[in-house]
């Protein structure tokens, strides 16, 4: 059975509107990586009687559930009391707790009375509490937060500190309990310029289509200058998803569908690295955080001015141009703007007009330098490490799928007969479904090639659309589904020769 969540915020501060509550938003946020979904969030009185109805209320419902604040010393913080009551059970001291509150505050020593000593009312705890201590791994101690002071949990109720920087801390030191490993939520987006009214009735007939599989939200905005609607799709099956964005795809206009949000790029560090640091064990974040991993050796082995990156617009380099975006913002976050990453377009003879205008966005998106030099990949090697002499190693985008690439290194020089350069290859390991699902989950823009049916792409005289993805629409026409719905990622080459 899938887990799910409640949340009870507990503080006068909230109602009354002196305190921004940020704990439930940080904590969906989280819950939602872990593969658990919160169903309720409530705001409470400091009231004793309150508390007490509503972890009765919650606690039977479901399977796990948080409560922020009133743990403190002071008179408003009753939360162990409430929580005591709802399951019939007094309060008791706690003696683990005394100790590690006797490091902090010399005046638990004096009187072992928390009626009298307000510091001992934070180990007065109901009795079948159990100790969360909190993982040493990751970050160390939080400013103001009492080292090692555990979080207290009551069969499926954990009691966390209201403040929002000790309550994030706490959470994400204990998230391990939390994880379900069984459930990922795959959730991707479609941005509109069409007002819900105008959304409407092809969104309706998606979610008859789609009903038991996939869940649509529809969220009209108004301050950006991008999109006016937001569609959201989400199911624990990837294909499911993929399916719903391409239905909605095909019956939107394409002029109203907008590909591209700023955010992506300027939160690409920040959501890489959610990853990164997930504990999730799914395929996805097990090869981003290996990639990583590479590029983070890379850039160490390598300064800026040593480095280029191999980029044609396809998809598996412009996976790796987000990765490297974002490691770079992330071990670079004072990088001169003026310093830009080397990039090198290989032209073919005959290129798409779109392939080459996604790279000029690029450019701009990433802030790169670009060489385009035409001919092969050897001459353009040759030519481009006799212009820039202290290059060392090329950054490329290849995978095993690729030709020739079964038995590549992430780090492996080129052939002797090549000019030489260190090939640094952090996809390696990547299948098919693993770059589109990246590619869908961080918002990236990708060549609008890949939207009628190219899967992968070279000039215009050896590649066309794959024939796996025809299609007939309603009224007859051939036309081809979007790269990202192709089942067998072993015939991704089907429309190369």
């Known amino acids: 059975m899938e887990p799910t969540a409640a949340v009870i915020i507990i503080g006068d501060e909230i109602l009354k509107g002196q305190t921004v509550d940020t704990n439930s938003h940080f904590l969906s946020r989280q819950l939602y990586k872990l593969g658990v979904r919160l169903c309720c969030i409530s705001v409470i009185q400091d009231d004793v009687d309150q508390i007490t109805e509503e972890v009765r209320r919650l606690a039977s419902k479901y399977t796990w559930i948080f409560t922020t604040g009133g743990i403190g010393p ?15 059970e007094r309060l008791v001291l706690n003696t683990e707790i005394v100790e590690v509150l006797k490091k902090v505050y010399p005046t638990a020593h004096n009187q072992m009375d928390p009626e009298v000593n307000p510091v001992l009312r934070m180990a007065q705890i109901p009795e ?10 990751g970050e160390g101690a939080l400013d103001g937060f009492i080292d090692n002071f555990p979080v207290v949990s009551v069969f499926n109720v954990y009691i966390f500190p209201g403040i929002p920087a000790y309550f994030q801390f706490a959470f994400k030191k204990l998230k391990h309990i939390f994880a379900n490993r069984g459930t990922r939520f795959y959730s991707v987006q479609l941005y509109l310029q069409l007002s819900e009214v105008e959304v409407a009735p092809v969104l309706n007939e998606a979610v008859r289509l789609f009903n038991g599989k996939v869940l649509f939200g529809s969220y009209p905005c108004t301050e950006s200058g991008f999109y006016f609607t937001k569609i959201t799709m989400e199911s624990k099956v990837y294909v499911e998803v993929l399916e719903a964005k391409a239905f909605l795809q095909r019956n939107f206009a394409p002029e109203s569908i907008i590909r591209f949000l700023p955010s992506s790029v300027s939160n690409a560090v920040t959501n890489v690295y959610q990853m990164v640091e997930s504990s999730l064990v799914d395929r996805l974040s ?5 990639a990583v991993k590479v590029l983070e050796t890379c850039f160490q082995k ?3 001015s040593q480095l280029f990156l191999n980029f044609n617009g396809g998809k598996d380099c412009t996976v790796l141009l987000h990765l490297v975006h974002a490691v770079m913002q992330k071990h670079f976050p004072n990088k001169n703007s003026d310093v830009k990453l080397l990039t090198l377009y290989i032209r073919p003879d005959d290129p798409f007009p779109e392939v080459e205008a996604f790279i000029e966005e690029s450019v701009q998106r990433y802030n790169l330098e670009l060489k385009i030099i035409p001919g092969s990949i050897k001459t353009a090697l040759e030519k481009l490490l006799a212009e820039k002499p202290a290059l060392r190693a090329g950054l490329m985008g290849t995978r095993r799928t690729d030709p020739y690439s079964e038995k590549l290194n992430t780090f492996q020089m080129t052939d002797n007969d090549w000019p030489q350069v260190m090939r640094v290859s952090p996809l390696l390991d990547w299948d098919y479904q693993d770059v589109w699902l990246f590619l869908q989950e961080m918002s ?30 309603n009224d007859g026409k051939e036309a081809y589904k979007p790269a990202y719905l192709l089942g067998d990622g072993a015939s991704e080459r089907s429309g190369r020769c």
């Open 74 to 88: 002071t008179h408003d913080d009753i939360t162990y009391r409430g929580v005591a009551k709802a399951f019939g």
């Open 128 to 137: 079948s509490g159990v100790l969360n201590y909190l993982k040493s791994e």
């Open 286 to 290: 097990l090869v981003v955080k290996k």
């Open 444 to 473: 990236v823009s990708y060549c609008s090639l890949y939207d009628v049916g190219y899967t992968s792409l070279g000039g215009r005289s050896n590649t066309a659309p794959n024939p796996a993805l025809l299609f007939q629409t």
């Open 302 to 304: 390598y300064t800026l």
